[in-house]
């Protein structure tokens, strides 16, 4: 069973709950997981700053990240993922294509890192984007994956 739960503290940015439900089911039965408990938390840009501050040492607001809370190996996958709501608002301005949109890609990036993807290197981050590129296709969304 797929339990995915969203979390919208912040009122900045519209979530469209069901529709990101639906990303993160197609990402997860896309990558085989058939038992998960996720949280997707989209929060402000002081929120994200202070969780990237505080767990990564990067003092500034950030898109994803990631909490994994079972360890490899385990029956069900289960982990939280925050995803800073103005940063995507901000990026999708910039490159002019619809939030909802970016916010789909992070609940994508963020369940993949989830399921032990990383983009630390070049070759990791190249089959990071892949992934990110095959599930927005499936959704039916536009490529806006970043270049590898």
């Not at 038992?35 to 505080?54: E, G």
Request: with cysteine; hydrophobic share 45%; charged share 30%.
């Amino acid at each position: 069973m797929l339990r995915i739960r969203i979390a919208s503290p912040q009122e900045i940015v519209p979530v469209d709950r069901p529709r990101l439900k639906d990303v993160a089911r197609t990402v997860l039965e896309g990558e085989g997981v058939t038992a998960a408990a996720v949280s997707l938390a989209f929060v402000d840009d002081a929120t994200i700053h202070r969780l990237n501050k505080q767990f990564l040492n990067h003092d500034e607001p950030t898109d994803v990240i990631t909490f994994p809370l079972s360890g490899p190996g385990a029956k069900t996958l289960e982990g939280e993922i925050v995803i800073g709501a103005e940063v995507a608002r901000a990026r999708a301005a910039e490159l002019r294509h619809d939030e909802q949109h970016e916010l789909a890609l992070y609940v994508i990036h963020g369940l993949l890192h989830l399921c032990g993807y990383d983009d630390t290197t070049h070759a990791a981050l190249r089959r990071m984007r892949g992934r990110e590129r095959h599930f927005l296709k499936l959704l039916g969304l536009p490529d806006i994956a970043e270049a590898d």
